[in-house]
């Protein structure tokens, strides 16, 4: 079975970076640059996992996250927060964050991290 990951993220390095890297593993990769965006891809594409930017020019991050697991597809899929600064365990459950990946980080690191959650 294909895993499925969708990066959300307005930085277009780490989406293009991530992009290359997960496909290069066999996973199956769609990016968004807004949190509209990554919530109209969501609903077509229901990824397992989304790698998700704690702060996007339109909506916050933990506001995506909520969003999304407020649909079938998103209960199941699990939501990783990707930000500059540490996430607090309360923000990371009230916006039912699987994990979190402090950025910046090593390409190599990020695949690792993705790979285990999708085990």
């Given amino acids: ?12 390095e780490i989406c293009e970076l991530v992009s290359i890297a997960l496909r290069n593993r066999g996973i ?10 990554g919530i109209d891809e969501f609903n077509r ?3 397992d996992l989304v790698l ?7 909506l916050a991050g933990n506001e995506v996250a909520r969003m999304l697991k407020e649909t079938a597809a998103g209960k199941k899929a699990l939501i990783i927060a990707m930000s500059g600064v540490e996430i607090s365990q309360e923000e990371a459950d009230v916006a039912l964050y ?3 990946i402090k950025k910046p980080f090593k390409l190599s690191d ?3 991290y993705v790979k285990e959650y999708l085990k």
């Fill in 1 to 12: 079975m294909e895993r499925k990951v969708l990066i959300v993220d307005d930085d277009s």
């Fill in 28 to 37: 199956k990769v769609r990016a968004a640059m807004t949190g509209k965006e």
């Fill in 45 to 47: 594409f229901e990824p």
């Fill in 52 to 58: 998700l930017d704690n702060r996007l020019p339109d």
């Fill in 98 to 100: 699987a994990g979190h």
């Fill in 110 to 112: 990020m695949v690792e």
